[in-house]
């Protein structure tokens, strides 16, 4: 079959008005940092800005607690579970109608295909709003006592790679059972979290329930150690994470750390392997691998490994990288020259390590931050591509004999985020998945997402869950 040439599709940005510039959003309003530092945020698919942000300092944090403190104590937590669930409802409804303005938005901001942010991105977003709504007036019955209370002030720190639906993962739940919060997005992504603000404010949600600080990581300190805050939620790196569980240490403050992995994809050769080479391409490409569960270390069993890695490729090549704003693109911008800087770094060392690096050929666009799609073959369990994350277009492919080694290849990790697994028999998916160290095991599938689907990992990669019925417990004492 002939293939069908290439047009461009852009989406149109002009539903997306943008202010020169943000303050912070404490207790209802936009107000100045009192100092009145700013970051600029810009478009990494073209570096060009898109607006600055203001960046809190410690006395802003302390402004933006104390707002979430007075809204707890005199209208969030004295408010019927049922009327909370209204806000909630009503939120999700804004969310849903500007889907279309939240998602072109967040392409523009983060550098993810317009194609993930509108079909993926939003639709979870506003699904994670209405299920929590749906728990608001029923937490009585939740499993966790008949009179579960709120903690009080949340203060939730989340990372770029899915800005909004980190927002949507941290604040649905807390205000569902009664707490306030202050959120810290972070500082490559802060638009639409302001844009969410604003949600806020349409909404008629309470002045103080929900607060939004920007800024960097000198920010999100301040606000994890603070000492009014209950609740610490942060999603990001393990290092920040490690330095977040130290410095909440010996406090009265709970905690849930959602942190890196290295994901298992094990193919067997009993597999349907078209099937499992989309699986592989969406567990290590979707969202330019910046996925904390992205399926980067590819097991297969050596019997189809060559018929796998051929098709692979062959699928490799019809993937398309550019204009995240183009309907046709696969794969935008790296967000950031920083983290473009790391995954080349890491990238190189799999290189120098005698790893075998393979791209189809693809051009890169002349500006913003790019990265092709890229597997290493020819890779062991003791090169650093299969030990770190990447958290980049960077699949590591290995190959093993036996379930068992299989198994063993799997759990040898730091991590224990995810895993899949691809076979065609499910005595066989039950068999492995129990052995998996991992908090999410997909079958014959990656990369699924749901808000009634408990998320969280073992080790490394930190503690607690987020989403269904478990997520309401880390709010609730
Ligand atoms: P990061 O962990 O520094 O950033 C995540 C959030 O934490 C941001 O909002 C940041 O401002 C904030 N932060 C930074 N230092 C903090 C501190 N001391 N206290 C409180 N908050 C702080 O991650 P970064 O530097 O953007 O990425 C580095 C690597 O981390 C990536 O290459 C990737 O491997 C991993 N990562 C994992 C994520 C995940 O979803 N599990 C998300 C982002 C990064
Ligand atoms: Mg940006």
């Not at 490409?285 to 069993?301: D, K, M």
Request: glycine content about 10%.
């Amino acid at each position: 079959m002939s293939r069908f040439e290439y047009a461009p599709a852009p989406e149109s940005r002009a539903i997306v008005d943008l202010q020169p510039a943000y303050g912070l959003f404490i207790g209802g309003e936009f107000v100045p940092p009192a100092d009145g530092g700013v970051i600029k945020s810009v478009n990494p698919a073209s570096e060009e800005v898109l607006a600055e942000v203001a960046e809190a300092g410690p006395a802003d944090v302390d402004r933006a607690v104390a707002a979430a403190r007075s809204a707890y104590q005199d209208v969030w937590r004295p408010m019927p579970g049922r009327e909370r669930a209204k806000y909630l409802f009503r939120i999700a409804r804004i969310i849903a109608e500007r889907s279309r303005e939240l998602a072109v938005l967040e392409s523009l901001d983060n550098g993810k295909p317009i194609r993930e942010s509108r079909d993926a991105d939003l639709p979870l977003v506003a699904a994670h709003f209405f299920y929590y709504a749906g728990w608001a007036d029923k937490l009585n019955h939740a499993g966790f006592g008949p009179d579960p209370q709120p903690l009080g002030v949340a203060g939730q720190v989340i990372p770029w790679n899915f800005p909004l639906l980190m927002l949507a993962w941290k604040i649905a739940p807390a205000l569902a059972t009664g707490n306030t919060v202050v959120l810290k997005p972070a500082e490559t992504t802060p638009l639409t979290a302001l844009r969410f603000a604003e949600i806020c404010q349409q909404a008629d949600l309470p002045p103080g329930v929900v607060n939004i600080v920007t800024g960097a990581g000198p920010t999100g300190a301040a606000l994890v150690e603070h000492p009014d805050v209950d609740k610490v939620a942060f999603t990001g790196s393990t290092e920040v994470g490690r330095a977040i569980a130290q410095a909440v240490a010996g406090t009265r403050k709970r905690v849930t750390l959602e942190l890196g992995g290295k994901a298992a994809n094990i193919v067997f050769e009993d597999a349907a392997l078209d099937q499992a080479v989309e699986g592989i391409v969406n567990g290590s490409f979707f969202n330019q691998g910046h996925v904390c569960c992205a399926g980067s270390r590819l097991l297969v069993q050596e019997s189809v490994y060559d018929e796998l890695l051929a098709s692979l490729k062959r699928r490799m090549a019809t993937l398309r990288v550019g204009d995240p704003l183009d309907k046709n693109t696969d794969l935008g911008a790296i967000n950031s020259g920083a983290q473009l800087e790391r995954i080349r770094n890491l990238a190189g060392i799999g290189e120098q390590e005698g790893a075998q690096p393979w791209s189809p050929p693809c051009q890169l666009p002349d500006r913003g931050y790019w990265f092709a799609p890229t597997i290493f073959t020819g890779v062991t369990q003791a090169h650093r591509i299969a030990r770190e994350e990447i958290f980049g277009p960077v699949l590591s492919v290995l190959t093993f004999r036996t379930p068992d080694e299989a198994v063993a290849k799997a759990n040898n990790t730091p991590y224990g985020l995810s895993a899949g697994i691809w076979t065609e028999k499910g005595s066989r998916i039950l068999a492995i998945a129990d052995r998996l160290r991992a908090g999410v095991v997909w079958a014959n599938t990656f990369n699924k997402f749901d808000p009634t689907s408990p998320f969280g990992g073992y080790k490394e990669s930190g503690y607690g869950r987020e989403g269904g019925r478990h997520g309401l417990e880390a709010y609730l004492a």
